[in-house]
């Protein structure tokens, strides 16, 4: 049996396509699943940090400034899940504000220890990541003063982020299933050119000399 030259990944990112589609709407519409993978998020983001900043920073007071942001964080992140867990947010207003406030400060905390470490400690860094901190620095401020921010804000942006992911697996899987497709096609004339082949090969070949039996006449004395 010959070794597949192409696997059945394209069928796999379909799926994982169609589930992430499936899980923006689901949030867009139910704000208990939104406040649950904001915490999850925020906890990967500060757990997943921890070991290669704490290796890569020279200088101990940047590790420290660094591991007390990653310790609120992931508070933060905590706290969000056992709310979203245990509580009713939708009847209980306060919840609203909980995770406003605690997602502007996450921000917040973020771009002040980034500028802290730049500025006042000489920490290197590129203009790409100088750009994006100001942005998280104006995120958390625009969170905090916006009133009409909630739940609906964060669960339109993961919808668009959902959608956004969905449309590169399902345009990565296509290119797949495509070379997929033409794999099969050229297998299959393959076999159509070889059997040929080998019809032309039989129809070439002498046939073998039969001897023919020396006839019987009659004894005439």
């Keep these: 049996m010959s070794k597949l030259k192409y696997g059945y990944g394209w069928a796999l ?10 899980v923006g709407i689901y949030m867009f519409f139910a704000s208990e699943v939104v406040y649950t993978i904001t915490g999850v998020g925020i906890v990967i983001f500060s757990i997943f940090r ?8 020279n ?21 969000m899940i056992y709310i979203a867990l245990t509580r009713n947010i939708e009847d209980e207003a306060i ?12 921000f917040y905390l973020r771009g002040l220890v980034y500028f802290n470490s730049v500025v006042f400690f000489g920490e290197k860094t590129e203009v790409p990541k100088f750009w994006v901190h100001i942005a998280v620095l104006t995120i958390g401020a625009i969170i905090a003063v916006l009133p009409e921010f909630d739940y609906s804000s964060v669960a339109l942006f993961l919808l668009f982020i959902s959608i956004l992911g969905a449309g590169y ?5 296509y290119g797949g ?4 497709r033409e794999y099969s096609k050229d297998l299959n004339l393959g076999k159509e050119k070889e059997k040929t ?11 073998p000399i039969v001897d023919e039996k020396e006839e019987k006449r009659p004894y005439v004395n």
């Design 13 to 22: 990112k379909f799926l994982l396509a169609a589930i992430l589609v499936g």
């Design 50 to 57: 921890v070991v290669p900043l704490m290796k890569s920073l």
């Design 59 to 79: 200088k101990e007071v940047l590790r420290t400034i660094n591991l007390i942001e990653i310790i609120f964080d992931t508070i933060i992140g905590g706290l």
């Design 95 to 106: 919840w609203g504000l909980v995770y406003r406030y605690a997602l502007a400060f996450f």
């Design 169 to 173: 697996l399902g345009y990565d899987g």
């Design 177 to 180: 299933y495509k070379k997929y």
């Design 197 to 207: 082949k080998d019809q032309g090969i039989e129809k070439e070949l002498p046939r």
